[in-house]
């Protein structure tokens, strides 16, 4: 096995035959899509894993981007969803408990869901890691594929090849690799004439991996919850001992105690 | 009648339990799709937002009663401790509930406990409420337990007490971390939160108004007993939490309007719309209006003003919890999930049933300072004794579900039902338009000639299954199946008819000694060579006997991509909308036009399916 793996897709190319979605369809034996309440209208679905956007007379195929750092990945609280070497991220729904946290953490909306069945698990493109790329054979999607607009290979020659195509066809493609960067780096590629801001969902994306906008969080929570603890027993201690004295000297006075407590200690709240 | 009030409160909570119960057996038989409003866009709402949030939120009373009390001794609190602890593990209770309907897998939420990923907030989150629910139950438990005379109970009950200073610590450690962790959730979320609301400082902010919110919490709570109970306001205990929530009000808002200030998002919040102004209803409502009426000591010492800031606090920072846990996210995602009622019932009947719990203890054991609320009920009770004060709760709760299965929608109950087809009467003739997808795209389908072709006796019940339910009719590919098989294009009667001008059978069948079939026949590409153009996408699969053609659908899409390719750039056949089968079936639907009859049918004929004309089987019989 050489590098990881990835799928370069490039928009110019294709020709909006969903020759894609039907090899992913039978690769991944998908069900039949029924016009559900709670479908987007890209196309996705918990039994389609691909689709092909219509833009301008254009036409991108929308799958999983696999990025390089998942979001979904970091989200997950029980690694039901895992980043394998050869790229896929992946998903075991043995260990899944279906809090949907991946779905809501993902930047491009990819995770969808069994919402009619009673038993649910979290659908989504795999790469064909299983059946497939595990093996060495690539996916379905572009086995499928006629015209080669959408191909697969380790995602270093992939990205070399598309931008040797910019440099040949500078007038052909914008001049970026859609993927390349977005949130640190995505295992699937596009080349296009145009910004696909239509494979993203809401706000604009920049480069920073998703999984480290958490990650200053969690890392503090260990200090913090040590922290916390030596503080307040630090502050039950001190008071504590405060109060005590002060309970002594009441007693040598020969005044009740009991009244002293709540003003003896209302400078501590503050602190 | 004494405790009128009381009676009302309770037969509404039962009936809202029984509502939510009913809604939970089919979320459970039917799943979340028929039961919620939860799309794929938007798959955490109501119960997320509300539930879990708000709930985890109201529970913040407990751990700052308990360090006021326990760690900094101030011992005149002590009267409201007991009713925070309770009220903050019911409010845990109510959260794990909460969720239990709201995961997809409820029964493998011990996946939590063994599978560890600890780069997810939600796995904090997660171990944050199992533990501290466990220390909250340790907290109260002396509550009850000291009501009893059984020897191990005691024991337990003294070992509890020893260890009240500890658990009380552990609890406020956990607390601490679990408020703050709730606002880490969303850090991953920048593409779906609002910037006014989205920044690295959630956890802060989270924890900071949970402060607050748990002090007028407490409040709140304090008051409403009083007022349910008919007792004494305890109002100068309670002006103090409230002098104390002003201030960390305050400090919330500088750091809320210093953080959009410092990464530059001030102007923003100035534009107008939606975002913004949803910002400024939430300050307005959480912050500016109950922390003056908290700092100004006239409103803070009357109970009617205190109460109003009390509520609009606890609301309010429950409000916040909202926007950032769906309304913030409206704007970026487009989305449009209203709260189906379903889901408010089970979160009001949640709330309720927790509601129930508390009067429950409020009455038999020693919450409040004044003792259990009902007298000569200071005891565990008697369950042999239990009937007669249930079945007022009993019929309200049967009401309840009654009415709530009533209410549900048919898909709740039956199941996700299969969308029955849109069929367009023929307007003329008997050509009428499927339109399956229902995108106003639909296939010509010739109901006249289906009729012709297939025969017997009970020919219509082939596709009108009238005795099965719902009078379904056959799908289209039960019969077309050879859409994606190889099917035969061979023309023999053609082949037969050029041929007999010329060399005669024996062009193809060349071996009189062998059987006259397909197997034994010249291979096609013998003399059609240019067949296969040079350069096709597309190879016949049975190359070189190429009369088996690759089904339909197939030719359709492989063969017609050469022509495409060759074209590249030509507008006219940049495969504008090739791929949907609809499209050459007949394309947009129009209305029908009595005076020009035929246009619907005159759409490109070139589409009809190969008539099976020429089957392999007449190679033999061709002698």
């Known amino acids: ?271 | 009648m004494k405790m009128k009030r009381l009676k009302t409160v309770k037969s509404i909570l039962w009936a809202l339990v029984g509502a939510a119960f009913a809604i939970a057996v089919f979320r459970f038989w039917r799943g979340l799709g028929p039961t919620t409003a939860l799309t794929d866009l938007t798959p955490w709402g109501f119960w997320i937002g509300f539930d879990v949030m708000g709930g985890v939120a109201l529970a913040a009373g407990g751990f700052i009663i308990a360090a006021t009390v326990y760690i900094f001794h101030l011992e005149r609190y002590r009267p409201i401790l007991r009713p925070a602890v309770l009220t903050a593990f019911l409010g845990y209770s109510a959260v794990v509930v909460g969720l239990m309907f709201d995961l997809g897998l409820p029964w493998d939420i011990w996946h939590m406990i063994v599978f560890w990923n600890p780069h997810s907030p939600l796995f904090e989150v997660g171990w944050c409420v199992m533990l501290y629910l466990t220390v909250l139950l340790l907290e109260f438990l002396p509550v009850i337990l000291e009501m009893s005379k059984h020897p191990v109970l005691s024991a337990v009950y003294h070992v509890l007490h020893k260890f009240t200073v500890p658990l009380v610590i552990l609890g406020i450690m956990l607390s601490s971390l679990h408020q703050s962790s709730l606002g880490s959730l969303f850090l991953i979320m920048p593409h779906r939160l609002d910037p006014l609301w989205y920044t690295p400082i959630l956890p802060i902010l989270f924890f900071v108004s949970a402060v607050a919110l748990g002090l007028m919490m407490v409040t709140t709570e304090s008051l409403f007993s009083a007022w349910l109970y008919e007792e004494e306001y305890e109002l100068d205990l309670l002006q103090g939490l409230g002098r104390v929530a002003a201030g960390v009000l305050w400090f919330y808002l500088a750091l809320r309007l210093g953080d959009l200030a410092v990464r530059g998002i001030l102007p923003h919040a100035l534009d107008g719309g939606f975002g913004p102004n949803l910002f400024w209803v939430e300050i307005l409502w959480s912050v500016l209006i109950p922390a003056t009426l908290l700092t100004i000591p006239a409103t803070r010492k009357r109970m009617k003003t205190l109460a109003v800031a009390a509520g609009l606090t606890v609301s309010g920072m429950v409000f916040y919890r909202i926007d950032v846990g769906g309304l913030a996210m409206i704007e970026s995602t487009g989305t449009r999930y209203v709260p189906s009622w379903t889901e408010l019932t089970v979160s009001f009947g949640i709330v309720a049933g927790a509601a129930l719990v508390f009067f429950w203890i409020a009455e038999h054991f020693h919450l409040m300072h004044g003792g259990p609320m009902i007298k000569g009920r200071e005891r565990l009770p008697d369950v042999t004794n239990f009937r007669p004060r249930l079945i007022r709760g009993a019929v309200m709760f049967v009401s309840g579900a009654a009415l709530a299965t009533a209410l549900l929608p048919n898909a709740a109950i039956d199941g996700w039902p299969v969308v029955a087809q849109t069929v367009h009467r023929p307007g003329y003739g008997d050509v009428m338009i499927l339109d399956g997808n229902r995108n106003d795209k639909g296939v010509r389908f010739d109901h006249k000639m289906h009729a012709d072709i297939v025969e017997g006796d009970d020919k219509c019940a082939y596709c009108h299954h009238m005795v099965k339910p719902g009078a379904r009719a056959t799908g289209c590919s039960e019969c077309h199946k050879d859409e994606h098989l190889p099917t035969s294009i061979f023309d023999h009667r053609l082949h037969q008819e050029l041929l007999a001008q010329g060399p005669g059978c024996l062009t193809c069948h060349e071996d009189t000694s062998k059987p006259k079939d397909l197997e034994h026949s010249k291979p096609c590409l013998d003399c059609h060579a240019s067949m296969i153009p040079a350069g096709a996408a597309f190879k016949p699969r049975e190359s070189p006997n190429i009369g088996l053609a690759p089904g339909y659908m197939d030719a359709m899409h492989g063969l017609c991509l050469r022509c495409h390719t060759e074209q590249d750039g030509n507008s006219s056949t940049d495969a504008p909308t090739l791929a949907r089968c609809s499209t050459c079936h007949s394309g947009v639907v129009k209305p029908f036009d009595p005076l020009h009859p035929d246009q619907r049918l005159a759409a490109p004929k070139k589409d009809d399916p190969p008539k099976g004309d020429a089957p392999r089987d007449d190679a033999p019989k061709a002698e």
């Open chain 1, 1 to 271: 096995m050489s590098g990881p793996k990835g799928i370069l897709t490039d928009v110019t190319k294709c020709i909006g035959c969903e020759r894609c979605v039907q090899s992913c369809r039978m690769a991944n034996d998908l069900g039949t899509v029924l016009p559900f309440r709670w479908l987007l209208d890209d196309g996705l679905s918990a039994v389609r894993w691909c689709s092909v956007l219509r833009k301008d007379g254009k036409f991108v195929r929308k799958q999983c981007m696999h990025c390089m750092q998942p979001a979904c990945v970091s989200a997950c609280p029980v690694g039901a969803l895992q980043k394998t070497a050869e790229g896929p991220v992946i998903y075991d729904s043995t260990k899944c408990l279906g809090c949907r946290y991946c779905m809501m953490s993902c930047p491009f909306g990819i995770p969808r869901y069994d919402w009619e069945s009673a038993v649910p698990y979290v659908r989504k493109c795999q790469m064909c890691y299983q059946g497939r790329v595990s093996k060495g054979v690539q996916p379905g999607c572009t086995a499928g594929c006629p015209t080669g607009a959408t191909i697969f290979g380790d995602r270093d020659d992939l990205l070399a090849e598309a931008h040797k195509r910019i440099t040949d066809n500078p007038d052909r493609y914008l001049p970026t690799v859609f993927g390349e960067h977005e949130v640190a780096g995505t295992s699937v590629l596009y080349l296009a004439p145009m910004q696909l801001d239509l494979l993203t969902l809401g706000n604009k994306l920049d480069e920073r991996p998703m999984p480290g906008r958490t990650a200053t969080a969690m890392s503090a929570v260990p200090p913090v919850f040590v922290g916390v603890g030596a503080l307040m027993t630090g502050i039950y201690w001190i008071i504590e001992r405060r109060m005590k004295a002060e309970r002594e000297r009441a007693a040598g006075n020969g005044t009740p105690p009991a009244d002293a407590h709540g003003h003896g200690a209302r400078d501590g709240k503050e602190g």
